[in-house]
């Protein structure tokens, strides 16, 4: 199995930050990574899919990057309501992974 | 608008089993996949497997391999998970979501959530 890994698992933020969070895959997925916002009590939501492709609906404050083993999103400037845990996920091959989270705290 | 509507809150005993359906609108439900995914309390995402709503193949997570049945059922635009002998481990808040293929494939949009507990 595909082992993703976040970091930070968590940080804290003021509003008008810029943010960036990592994720690594144990072994290559190409660009098949993408990356969800869940707020708390709710379903996720997709941000970004093949590392780079924002969303319909999602605001240009965030972006994705990286390919093969090394994954970024960003927020470029932090939102009230972006506070939430952002997940990665790779669809390279069966099963699905995820990372374990990053949980986005307010300062 | 795309939409996953699951059905509600289940409470069972250890050793039974649950059935939680996820009706989708909005889109020709034939064209992707359906993926279940759960989340214990306070705990991350857990893949537990997808089905092809076109064929009725599935992939399961080696972890619920054996206890875990994705069906579909496409007169109705309706996709099933079955789990079978519960424990307490089962315990979370189950999602479908459609696996849509654009060269890789995305979960979008997600339902809203399945609450099962397991407690005896």
């Known amino acids: 199995d595909i082992q993703m890994t976040q970091s930070p698992s968590s940080l804290s933020a003021s509003v008008g930050d810029r943010v960036t969070i990592t994720c690594r895959a144990s072994?290559?997925?190409?660009?098949?990574l993408n990356w969800y916002q869940q707020i708390s009590g709710k379903a996720p939501n997709l941000l970004i899919s093949?590392?780079?492709s924002l969303q319909s609906g999602v605001p240009s404050r965030f972006s994705g990057s990286g390919s093969g083993t090394d994954f970024i999103l960003t927020i470029s400037s932090l939102q009230p309501e972006d506070f939430a845990t952002y997940y990665c996920q790779q669809s390279y091959s069966t099963p699905w992974t995820f990372g374990q989270g990053t949980k986005v705290e307010i300062k | 608008q795309v939409q996953l509507v699951q059905s509600g809150t289940e409470v069972k005993k250890p050793g039974a089993s649950v059935n939680v359906s996820c009706k989708a609108s909005?889109?020709?439900?034939?064209?992707?996949?359906i993926t279940w995914v759960r989340q214990a309390p306070g705990q991350g995402l857990e893949w537990m497997g997808w089905i092809s709503a076109d064929n009725g193949d599935t992939n399961y997570a080696e972890k619920v391999q054996g206890r875990v049945t994705m069906t579909t059922d496409t007169s109705t635009s309706t996709a099933y998970m079955e789990l079978t002998s519960l424990t307490s481990d089962d315990t979370a808040v189950y999602y479908c979501?459609?696996?849509?293929?654009?060269?890789?494939?995305?979960?979008?949009?997600w339902g809203q959530g399945t609450l099962v507990t397991v407690s005896s």
């Open positions: 979501a459609r696996a849509k293929v654009r060269g890789w494939y995305e979960l979008d949009p």
């Open positions: 072994q290559r997925v190409a660009g098949y």
């Open positions: 093949g590392a780079s």
């Open positions: 909005g889109y020709t439900f034939a064209t992707s996949g």
